[in-house]
C-alpha cells in the first residue's frame, strides 16, 4: 500500500510537484495545506484539507508531509516551515523523478525534491529542503546547502559549493569549483565565472551585483 503524503502549498511549484511524485509512485498524496481561503478548493486532482494554522493538528493525524512551495530569491519560507515540520516530529521524504538521474554515488538529504529529467552526478552532495528543479544539472563533487532552489535547466560544473539558502535562477551556469555565498540570489541566465562570497543579487555574463 502506498504512503500518505501531504503537501504544504497549492501554487504552480506544487503543481510540478504533483506530476513527480505521481509518477514516482511511492506516495499516495492525501491532500494540501494552503492558504484558510483556499480550502476546500482543488489543486489538479487533489483537495486543500486545512490552512496552515492547522499544521500542528495535521501532524498528529498524518505522518509524512512535503513542501511544495515555490523559492524565487528567499527561501526563507520554506526554511520556517521545514523547522516547524522537523519540530513537530513528522516524516519529510526526498522524492527523485523517476525520469531524474541520480548517480548512487550522491547525497540527497531530507525534504529535497529532484525533478523530471535532472542529473545529480557521483559524489555530489545536496543539502535538506532543496528544489532542483526540471532539467538541472549538479555535476561531480558539487555541494548545494539546505534550503536552496537550482532553477530550471541551470548548470552547476564539477566541485562548485552553493551555500545554503542561494536560489540559481533558470538557465544559469556556473564554472567549475565555483563558491556562491549562502542566501545569494542568481538572476535567470547568469554566468557565474568568479567565486560570490558576499550574499547579494546578482545578474548577467559574466555576472555582476545589482543588490
Ligand atoms: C534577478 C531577479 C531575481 C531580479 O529581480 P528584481 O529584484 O525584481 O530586479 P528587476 O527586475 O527590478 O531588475 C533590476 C535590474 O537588473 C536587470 N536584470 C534582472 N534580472 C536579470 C537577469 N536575469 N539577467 C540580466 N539582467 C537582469 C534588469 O534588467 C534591471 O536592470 P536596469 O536597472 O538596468 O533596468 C530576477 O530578474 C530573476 O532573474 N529571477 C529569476 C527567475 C527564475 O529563474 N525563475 C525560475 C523558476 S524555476
Keep these: 500500500m502506498k504512503k500518505e503524503l501531504i503537501l504544504i502549498g497549492g501554487g504552480g511549484h506544487c503543481r510540478s510537484c504533483i ?3 505521481e509518477k514516482e509512485n511511492t506516495y499516495r498524496i492525501a491532500g ?3 492558504k484558510r481561503g483556499k480550502v476546500g478548493t482543488r489543486v489538479l486532482a487533489y483537495e486543500i484539507l486545512a490552512s496552515d494554522e492547522e499544521l ?3 501532524a498528529g493525524e498524518h505522518k509524512t508531509f512535503f513542501i511544495t512551495i515555490g523559492q524565487i530569491k528567499s527561501g526563507s519560507k520554506r526554511k520556517e516551515l521545514f523547522e516547524k515540520l522537523k519540530a513537530l516530529g513528522v516524516e519529510i521524504p526526498v522524492i527523485i523523478s523517476p525520469l531524474a538521474d541520480v548517480s548512487k554515488h550522491a547525497r540527497i538529504q531530507e525534504g529535497t525534491i529532484v525533478m523530471h529529467g535532472a542529473h545529480v552526478n557521483a559524489g555530489a552532495e545536496i543539502g535538506k529542503n532543496c528544489i532542483i528543479n526540471t532539467c538541472a544539472i549538479i555535476e561531480h563533487d558539487c555541494k548545494v546547502g ?3 532552489h537550482i532553477s530550471t535547466g541551470s548548470i552547476l560544473n564539477g566541485e562548485c559549493l552553493v551555500g545554503e539558502g542561494a536560489f540559481i ?3 544559469c551556469v556556473l564554472s567549475n569549483n565555483i563558491v556562491i555565498a549562502g542566501n545569494s540570489v542568481i538572476g535567470a541566465g547568469s554566468v557565474v565565472i568568479r567565486r560570490i562570497d558576499e550574499a547579494g543579487t546578482y545578474v548577467g555574463n559574466p555576472v555582476r551585483r545589482i543588490l
Design 56 to 58: 500542528d493538528t495535521l
Design 19 to 21: 506530476d513527480v511524485i
Design 146 to 148: 539546505d534550503h536552496c
Design 169 to 171: 535562477g533558470s538557465n
Design 32 to 34: 494540501i495545506v494552503d
